[in-house]
């Protein structure tokens, strides 16, 4: 069995991580294809293809015949035309769940820099501020604490419930909204009006589709507090970025955490990248712990076995 990785650069680091799960599944070939690079050629007499970020659309489904099974080594799968797969009976799998660890401490990591501003500090101690001061210490910014405030929760997967357990371990109230909402102890469901009204911190965490596109928008962040934060660990569309910059410049709402923006990497232009904006930016890097990225590797490897078996599993088409 042939067995193509098409962007295999987006997952090792300098080889840190063990690819021998799939290789050991068939004749392996790892493949360091970019984002304007043509798929159809490296994967063409593969039976299963894997990929990270790499688009597979109709065009280039309907130009691999051999082409049994689509591994998308991530959770989200919007890069795969999963309905053309089906139609022409190709499966394509995922892997949910490996990053809640991950993305959970990151989503914190975000949180905790904007209540405590200690990416703020960093830059003026960097600065000799702290070497000017004529006090112990600086108090250029007001530091919030996470206790008794709410945080609410836009999806409830594995990422949303490890949020939430967090969450309460600082003793955060939580609100969800979500349609696989599982009930727990200072966990509440409410609908998306309410959540973002009552909201200290509102965290996406679900996946884009046609329904989630656009979700948080000039009317959504007009219902949050001015004091309130919002962090996106999930995907970029699902916030309307000129909306959100015009939010933050305006006074609307009182910071922003983003590890994903909808065209990654992003132009200059893009308005959330103007000076000025309270705004923590990072470059889509929430999941990339060495464990989490060898999880990906070992759950894909056992995808391919499943289907080797004749009994797939993890099919999102």
């Known amino acids: 069995m042939n067995i193509v990785f098409l962007d295999s650069d987006t997952i090792s680091l300098k080889g840190d991580v063990d690819f021998s799960p799939l290789s050991r599944r068939g004749n392996f070939i790892c493949g360091h294809l970019t984002a304007k690079d043509n798929p159809v050629d490296l994967a063409r007499g593969a039976e299963v293809v894997v990929t990270n970020k790499i688009v597979l659309d109709k065009k280039a489904i309907s130009q691999l015949p051999e082409l049994k099974l689509i591994c998308v080594i991530a959770t989200g799968f919007n890069n795969v035309d999963v309905k053309a797969a089906g139609a022409s009976k190709k499966y394509v799998s995922n892997v949910p769940g490996y990053a809640q660890y991950s993305v959970s401490q990151h989503t914190f990591a975000l949180i905790l820099n904007l209540f405590t501003s200690c990416h703020r500090y960093l830059r003026d101690v960097e600065e000799g501020l702290w070497s000017k001061s004529n006090t112990f210490n600086l108090l250029n910014y007001p530091g919030l ?149 060898q999880r990906l590797v070992d759950i894909t490897g056992e995808n391919i076995l499943a289907y080797q078996q004749g009994k797939p599993i993890n099919l999102v088409s």
């Open 145 to 293: 604490e996470l206790y008794k405030k709410t945080l609410g929760i836009i999806g409830f997967g594995a990422i949303g419930r490890a949020v939430a357990d967090l969450a309460l371990a600082f003793g955060m109230d939580v609100l969800v909204y979500s349609r696989s909402f599982v009930p727990g102890k200072g966990i509440n469901s409410t609908d998306l009006e309410t959540l973002l009204k009552e909201s200290d911190v509102v965290s996406i965490h679900c996946p884009l589709t046609q329904e989630t596109t656009n979700l948080i928008s000039a009317r959504e962040l007009k219902l949050m507090k001015n004091s309130s934060i919002l962090i996106n660990t999930a995907r970029g569309g699902i916030v309307n970025e000129a909306d959100l910059a015009r939010a933050l410049k305006e006074g609307q709402i009182a910071g922003a955490g983003l590890d994903v923006l909808s065209q990654e990497p992003p132009n200059q232009d893009n308005p959330l990248l103007a000076p000025g904006l309270n705004a923590i930016i990072t470059p889509h890097c929430a999941w990339s712990t060495r464990e989490a990225r």
